[in-house]
C-alpha cells in the first residue's frame, strides 16, 4: 500500500511559480513511476506528466512543455512539479499518481489532491 500526500498548492498571480510536492509512503518508491494530473471543475482530468523511478525518464503535456519541471528524491520519497509562468488556465486540483510495478502506464495509487488558483 502506498499513500501520496500533497502539499504547495496555492493562490498566485499569473506569470508566477508555485512548487508542489508529493510525498509517498512505503518502501517501493523509487521503483514506481510517478506522475501528475489535474483536472480542472467541469473537466476531465488531465495529463500532465511522469517520471521514471529513477529520473531518468520524464515525459509532460504539450499544454506545459517548457513551462513545468517535474523531479524526484527518491531518498525522500518525494517527487516534485516546479510550476513556472502560471497562466489562469492553469487552474485545477493537483494529483500525483503512483504507477503499477509491473506496468509502468497504469496507474495505481492516487494522492488527494492540491488546489492551484492562478489569478489574471
Do not use: H
Not at 4 to 22: D, F, K, N, T
Not at 29 to 54: D, H, L, N, T, Y
Not at 81 to 93: C, G, I, R
Amino acid at each position: 500500500q502506498v499513500q501520496l500526500v500533497e502539499s504547495g498548492g496555492g493562490l498566485v498571480q499569473a506569470g508566477g511559480s508555485l512548487r508542489l510536492s508529493c510525498a509517498a509512503s512505503g518502501r517501493t518508491f523509487s521503483s514506481r513511476a510517478m506522475g501528475w494530473f489535474r483536472q480542472a471543475p467541469g473537466k476531465e482530468r488531465e495529463f500532465v506528466g511522469r517520471i521514471s523511478g529513477s529520473g531518468g525518464s520524464i515525459s509532460y503535456a504539450d499544454s506545459v512543455l517548457g513551462r513545468f519541471t517535474i523531479s524526484r528524491e527518491n531518498a525522500k520519497n518525494t517527487v516534485y512539479l516546479q510550476m513556472n509562468s502560471l497562466k489562469p488556465e492553469d487552474t485545477a486540483v493537483y494529483r500525483c499518481a503512483a504507477a503499477r510495478l509491473t506496468t509502468a502506464s497504469s496507474w495505481e495509487y492516487w494522492g488527494q489532491g492540491t488546489q492551484v488558483t492562478v489569478s489574471s
